[in-house]
C-alpha cells in the first residue's frame, strides 16, 4: 500500500520531498527548492499514519532510508547533498524548468 502511494505521489507530482518535520537537512532542501522559485509537494513522514511504512517503501525503491527523499520529474535525485550539488553544479534549475516545476518567463 505505502509503496503505491509513494509511486503515485512521485508520478502525479514534477517535484515531492519526503521529508521530517524536524529535520534540518529537509528544511535546507525546502528552502533551496523554494529559493529557485520552485513549486514540490512535501509528504512529511512524521506526520503521517503510514509514514513509517512510506519510509520502508522508499528504502526498497531508493535503496536510500534517510530523509530527504528527493524526486524531480519522477526520477529519484536522492537527499541533500545530492540536492545541493546539482544546484552548485547549476544543473537544478534546468531539471526544475524540464519537470515543469518552475513557471519560465516568457518574454
Known sequence: ????K????VSSNPVVVFSKS???YCVSV??????VGSSFKVIELDLQ???KEM???????TKQRTVPNVFIGGKHIGGCDSTVAL???????????????IATKSS
Open 87 to 101: 544546484h552548485q553544479q547549476g544543473k537544478l534549475v534546468p531539471l526544475l524548468t524540464e519537470a515543469k516545476a
Open 22 to 24: 524536524y529535520c534540518p
Open 1 to 4: 500500500m505505502a509503496s503505491e
Open 30 to 35: 525546502k528552502e533551496l527548492l523554494t529559493g
Open 6 to 9: 509513494a509511486k503515485e505521489l
Open 49 to 51: 499514519s503510514d509514514g
Open 55 to 61: 519510509q520502508a517503501a522508499l528504502l526498497e525503491w
